[in-house]
């Protein structure tokens, strides 16, 4: 099983940017597609972003299209999540997550994927 640590949550605002990175270690990292989902207080965990096994296919929530983007190096086994025009509505924890499956339209969904990290705080403030 593959083991997910986030970084570089933060607080910035309304219209600033921010990327954030998943370190992966344990399994062979080109083995899984990997999502970014979120979770605000008091609301349920959602999807973001995705990408398959190789990046060569991406996939993102209708709320972050345009601004998010997500890539990977399988290379130094990381996820990254490149968000831009952040608004206060992105604010959340945000979690990265591996799925032995890479189907990328299986991927908004977060039975799809079996390990998560623990989250990294993204506070936008207005």
């Known amino acids: 099983q593959v083991q997910l640590v986030e970084s570089g949550g933060g607080l910035v605002q309304a219209g600033d940017s921010l990327s954030i990175s998943c370190a992966a270690s344990?399994?062979?990292?080109?083995?899984?597609?990997m999502g970014w989902f979120r979770q605000a207080p008091g609301k349920e965990r959602e999807f973001v972003a995705a990408?398959?096994?190789?990046?060569?296919?991406?996939q993102y929530a209708d709320s972050v299209r345009g601004r998010f983007t997500i890539s990977r190096d399988n290379a130094k086994n990381m996820l990254y999540l490149q968000m831009n025009s952040l608004k206060p509505e992105d604010t959340a924890v945000y979690y990265c997550?591996?799925?032995?499956?890479?189907?990328?339209?299986?991927?908004?969904?977060?039975?799809?994927?079996?390990?998560w990290g623990q989250g990294t705080q993204v506070t936008v403030s207005s």
């Open positions: 997550a591996a799925s032995i499956k890479n189907t990328i339209t299986t991927m908004t969904s977060t039975s799809s994927f079996a390990s």
């Open positions: 344990g399994r062979t990292f080109s083995s899984y597609a």
């Open positions: 990408i398959t096994r190789l990046g060569l296919s991406t």
